[in-house]
């Protein structure tokens, strides 16, 4: 029988679009076939899958390898989902994940040559799409760091696109300790800031970006901390060619981090 919005499993696992829920309970909700799909490919990161009949049925390869894995699949109704899902329009699967979270220290140990820093950014989307965007141009970890929106945030998850599943995930309160701990680890350390005195077309053209580097990234309406900008190796602006005032958040950090990747290789 199909679990209703009423049914325990449904009730707790609804919890978890509140922080604190997901906080206490170390769990937090993927949504949609993509992010199940990548979620499911990281052994032991998801507890249980909910979908409605009609999605079960259109996506029978990932109950497959839900139910190889252990993990309960439980067939709910559409008023469950609903009461599941963030989506004006919910595509029928959700699972319930484990936190990702990697240790800053963990992370370095792999010599990562690609690091975004978000930090005290508290839009989800912005976040999501910069995960996106970090993983896309082969970033090693993901740095939520302060006061930085919670990685498990529906929104942020769902901006991600499944990239939260490809990348370390790292949580830290103190951006100026990730700073000096990135710098220890050989990285080049650059903030972004429209008030930059480096222009990224100088950093590309002189070589700075080929070495292992970490970027720095605030949020849109306060930009970065002084006290990061001052521990940045260079405070970095994209030039503008045309008109426009400024990039977004999302824009800037594809910009740095793809001319990064481009360097690199």
Same mark, same amino acid.
């Given at each position: 029988?199909?679990? +209703?919005?009423? /049914?325990?499993?449904?009730?707790?696992?609804?919890? *978890?679009?509140?922080?604190?829920?997901?906080?206490?309970?170390?769990?937090?909700?993927?949504?949609?076939?993509?992010? $199940?799909?990548?979620?499911?490919?990281?052994?032991?990161?998801?507890?249980?899958?909910?979908?409605?009949?009609?999605? *079960?049925? #259109?996506?029978?390869?990932?109950?497959? +390898? @839900?139910?190889?894995? =252990?993990?309960? $699949?439980?067939? $709910? /109704?559409? =008023?469950?989902?609903?009461?599941?899902?963030?989506?004006?329009?919910?595509?029928?699967?959700?699972?319930?994940?484990?936190?990702? =979270?990697?240790?800053?220290?963990?992370?370095?140990?792999?010599?990562?040559?690609?690091?975004?820093?978000?930090?005290?950014?508290? !839009?989800?989307?912005?976040?999501?799409?910069?995960?996106?965007?970090?993983?896309?141009?082969?970033?090693?970890?993901?740095?939520?760091?302060?006061?930085?929106?919670?990685?498990?945030?529906?929104?942020?998850?769902?901006?991600?696109?499944?990239?939260?599943?490809?990348? !370390?995930?790292?949580?830290?309160?103190?951006?100026?300790?990730?700073?000096?701990?990135?710098?220890?680890?050989?990285? %080049?350390?650059?903030?972004? +800031?429209?008030?930059?005195? %480096?222009?990224?077309? =100088? *950093?590309?053209?002189?070589?700075?970006?080929?070495?292992?580097?970490?970027?720095?990234?605030?949020?849109?309406?306060?930009?970065?901390?002084?006290?990061?900008? @001052? @521990?940045?190796?260079? #405070?970095?602006?994209?030039?503008?060619?045309?008109?426009?005032? %400024?990039?977004? *958040?999302?824009?800037?950090?594809?910009?740095?981090?793809?001319?990064?990747?481009?360097?690199?290789?």
């Amino acid at each position: 029988m199909a679990f +209703t919005p009423r /049914t325990p499993r449904v009730v707790a696992a609804r919890r *978890l679009q509140r922080r604190r829920d997901r906080d206490a309970t170390g769990r937090f909700l993927a949504e949609g076939p993509q992010a $199940v799909r990548e979620a499911l490919a990281r052994p032991g990161v998801v507890t249980e899958l909910f979908g409605t009949t009609s999605a *079960l049925d #259109r996506h029978p390869e990932l109950a497959a +390898t @839900a139910a190889r894995a =252990d993990v309960p $699949v439980s067939e $709910v /109704t559409d =008023d469950a989902l609903a009461a599941l899902a963030e989506t004006v329009a919910p595509q029928g699967l959700i699972a319930v994940c484990r936190h990702l =979270d990697v240790p800053l220290e963990q992370t370095l140990s792999s010599a990562p040559r690609l690091v975004a820093v978000l930090a005290e950014i508290r !839009d989800p989307g912005n976040a999501g799409t910069v995960l996106r965007t970090a993983d896309a141009a082969g970033a090693g970890a993901v740095v939520f760091a302060g006061d930085a929106v919670d990685p498990y945030n529906g929104k942020c998850v769902r901006a991600s696109a499944g990239s939260l599943f490809h990348v !370390d995930v790292v949580r830290a309160p103190d951006p100026v300790a990730v700073v000096d701990a990135l710098r220890a680890a050989g990285l %080049s350390i650059f903030a972004t +800031t429209g008030y930059g005195d %480096s222009d990224l077309d =100088d *950093l590309t053209d002189y070589g700075r970006l080929v070495g292992p580097t970490a970027w720095l990234f605030g949020s849109e309406a306060h930009g970065l901390p002084e006290a990061l900008t @001052a @521990a940045a190796d260079a #405070r970095v602006r994209v030039p503008l060619y045309g008109r426009a005032e %400024s990039l977004n *958040l999302a824009a800037a950090a594809a910009v740095c981090l793809y001319a990064s990747a481009r360097a690199q290789r």
